[in-house]
Structures are given as C-alpha cells and as structure tokens.
C-alpha cells in the first residue's frame, strides 16, 4: 500500500494509505467543517476501527463497516451523555446503555436508533427498591 497525501474538490483531504487508488488501510480525513475520522478505510471507506469527531463536539469511537458505524462503539455528545452499545447501518441497534448527563441510565436494547420498550432506566429501577 502507498501512503499519499489528497485533498478533494469539497476541501476534504485525506492522509493515509491507498489501495488501487482508493483509501484503504491507515488514515484521516479532515472535512471542511472540522469534523475528522481517524481509523481504517476499505475500498474508500470507513471500515474497521476508526473515531469520528463531530464540529459540534461530539465523538464516535468504535467499528465501522462500509461507511457506517456497525458492531460494537461508543458515541459521546457534547452535552456529556454518551451510548455504549452495538450498531447497526449508523444507528444503536442491539444491546446498549445511554447515560445522561446528570447520571440517569437507560440500559435496554434499540432498534434502528430507538429504545425499546422492555429497558428500564437506573432510576427506575432504584425507585422500585426505595421505601
């Protein structure tokens, strides 16, 4: 694989290895917003482990597979709350926890990017055992 240095027509550039003149092993592509995924491409994508860092100071450590977060990963949003859990086509899909800024749980499973009726929250859960 060659390592190489590109910057593409939106003012994205790209620092990393290529594969048949695409990005694939190594790299980091810085957007024009500021936004920035370091990780792993495959056949131009984001594919294997890799963290994602939004402009608005949010941030997704985790798998990734054919551009999209999927597999096990951890999403944390500026306000503080952050979800660990698995993923699926970009969305928490399977087992997870959310936790709140201020502390509150919800841990459960999701559905395309939703939580499902059968969790229960910490605070619930701790609710039922106080007198």
Not at 1 to 12: A, F, I, L, N, R
């Given at each position: 694989?060659?390592?190489?240095?590109?910057?593409?027509?939106?003012?994205?550039q790209y620092v990393g290895e290529f594969k048949d003149g695409m990005c694939d092993?190594?790299?980091t592509t810085t957007f024009p917003d500021g936004e920035q995924y370091v990780g792993e491409f495959k056949d131009g994508l984001f594919h294997g482990q890799g963290t994602y860092t939004y402009a608005i100071g949010a941030q997704?450590?985790?798998e990734w597979k054919d551009g999209k977060e999927n597999g096990q990963g951890t999403y944390t949003a500026a306000s503080g709350s952050r979800y660990v859990g698995e993923w699926k086509d970009g969305k928490e899909n399977?087992?997870?926890t959310l936790t709140y800024a201020n502390g509150d749980q919800y841990v459960g499973e999701y559905v395309n990017g939703?939580?499902?009726?059968s969790g229960e929250s910490l605070?619930?859960?701790l609710l039922r055992w106080m007198p």
């Open positions: 694989m060659v390592e190489k240095t590109h910057t593409y027509p939106d003012g994205s092993g190594q790299g997704y450590v985790g399977g087992q997870g939703k939580a499902k009726p605070l619930l859960r």
